[in-house]
């Protein structure tokens, strides 16, 4: 029982920021990188790199790593604790004015956060094929 009121505490901890339910909002778009995160909610990658480690760490992100870059997404959990309260959570943020502005910007956005001279050296954009490709 513990376990899992320890587990409760520490999920709800990391919703309790907004800069996080900010990153929550972008995130249910789909798979992004930090640099996504940075450029759309205007925040220093530090930043936006320690509260996915948060997310991360209440279960409620992934990653995946390719080459340099670190992707993140919306964890899928076999646990039903954080499934519900995910899911509710999820539901909730579609409907914050703020967050549906935030996930705008991201969509909008269609710059890669390495440069072009790096790019030309043969280091690949963090961004989708389609975006790098434009």
Known sequence: MKDQLDQLEGLFKALGDATRLRILR?????????CDIHDTLKIPQAKA???????RRAGLVTTRREGLWIHYRLATSADPIIV???????HVLGHVETLKKDAERLEKRTGC???AAARAKGLACCAPASKAAR
């Open 113 to 115: 956060c390495v440069p």
């Open 26 to 34: 972008l995130l249910m778009a789909g798979e992004i990188c930090v």
């Open 49 to 55: 790199s320690r509260h996915l480690a948060y997310l």
């Open 84 to 90: 519900t309260v995910a899911d509710a959570t999820t």
